[in-house]
């Protein structure tokens, strides 16, 4: 069921900003039981939505591993997200405008403290499971370091403790090419386009990979000169996004994600913090993944020391963290049963 929570009091960001009220959009799923001891929340990656159910229903539904019937689901969407949370897109109080590209910075840590308000505002004092795969598992870690009190279990797939300098730098170049495009700091779905579909295609080589793509997307036609059926595939892609999406807000989600420290003012190392994490904890890499490769997931696993770490082999990239449900599945079915999910 989708909703909404508003804020009302001025929300400070942790990098100075200020915004006069916020609004959080979130789907729940389930029913909340007597003790409250049933809550799975689930954090979500960079252009999905707050309705996990549509974009990981391979996971969440009756029946499944996130089982609506048994657990109370909850999954907020982001600050900065054009999916209903206080955006770009959301019109600033204090002048009845739009915020626009006068948004003020925010980072992962921004997400979490506003998961933390609806989380208070939900009355929850415990989460069985937190969840997060790519951008959602950021959050889920910096949710587990400064509040690992409320939190039992943890399980993160296709994510890491810091963004990589490969990752700053794909960033980089699609905020290069939404720049290109004039009309980008407008704000709104179809306007500005060009730049945003231009980011989508670099994303996309980096969600796949170079066997998938030769295996897929290889023409068939061996005298083809133009309309390439790889070209297709991500012009066909890159529509899709800006059919839904808008450029400011890819390009102010792109600098949050690029804020990603789990060490960042907090005087101790990566692996320092991540051993700070003692909740039982399950991280989950995907074999071919060019984005986050598995080697970031090992470094989690060996530096949380209760984690365990499992490989999913898969041909999808960091795709197969939403495709791969089926071997998700597998692992986590059992897991949670010896943890008494």
């Not at 590209?101 to 989460?127: E, N, S, Y």
């Not at 959602?136 to 990589?164: H, K, P, R, V």
Request: charged share 20%; proline share 3%; glycine share 8%.
């Amino acid at each position: 069921m989708k909703q909404n929570f508003l804020y009302s009091l001025p929300f400070a960001l942790e990098m100075g900003g200020i915004l006069p009220e916020l609004n959080i959009s979130f789907y729940t799923y389930g029913k909340l039981n007597a003790d409250k001891s049933n809550v799975l929340w689930i954090c979500h990656a960079l252009t999905a939505s707050a309705d996990a159910e549509d974009w990981w229903n391979g996971l969440v539904g009756e029946a499944k591993t996130f089982d609506t019937s048994k657990y109370f689901i909850v999954c907020a969407n982001i600050i900065g997200s054009p999916y209903g949370s206080t955006s770009t897109n959301s019109i600033n109080p204090v002048t009845n405008q739009k915020y626009g590209i006068d948004f003020p910075f925010f980072t992962i840590r921004d997400m979490v403290k506003a998961h933390q308000l609806l989380k208070t505002h939900l009355g929850i004092d415990k989460i069985k499971l937190l969840i997060g795969g790519s951008m959602g598992g950021y959050q889920a870690l910096e949710w587990t370091i400064d509040e690992q009190s409320s939190i039992e279990n943890l399980f993160l797939i296709a994510t890491s403790a810091e963004e990589s300098a490969w990752g700053k730098a794909i960033h980089t170049a699609q905020r290069l090419a939404i720049e290109a495009d004039p009309e980008w700091i407008k704000g709104e779905i179809g306007i500005g386009d060009k730049g945003l579909k231009a980011a989508r295609g670099i994303g996309m080589l980096t969600y796949r990979n170079y066997e998938l793509f030769k295996a897929q997307q290889s023409d068939i036609d061996l005298d083809i000169h133009q309309n390439h059926k790889s070209s297709s595939y991500i012009k066909y892609q890159a529509q899709k996004l800006a059919g839904r999406f808008d450029a400011l807000s890819y390009y102010k989600l792109t600098e949050a994600m690029d804020s990603h420290q789990l060490a960042r003012g907090r005087k101790n190392s990566v692996e320092e913090v991540l051993n700070q994490i003692e909740i039982p904890t399950i991280v989950m890499g995907i074999s071919s993944d060019i984005l986050c490769p598995p080697q970031e997931q090992q470094f989690l696993a060996n530096h949380i020391p209760n984690a365990e770490y499992h490989e999913i082999d898969s041909e999808y990239g960091h795709d197969g963290f939403l495709i791969e449900s089926e071997k998700i599945r597998e692992i986590l079915n059992l897991w949670m049963k010896k943890r008494n999910i």
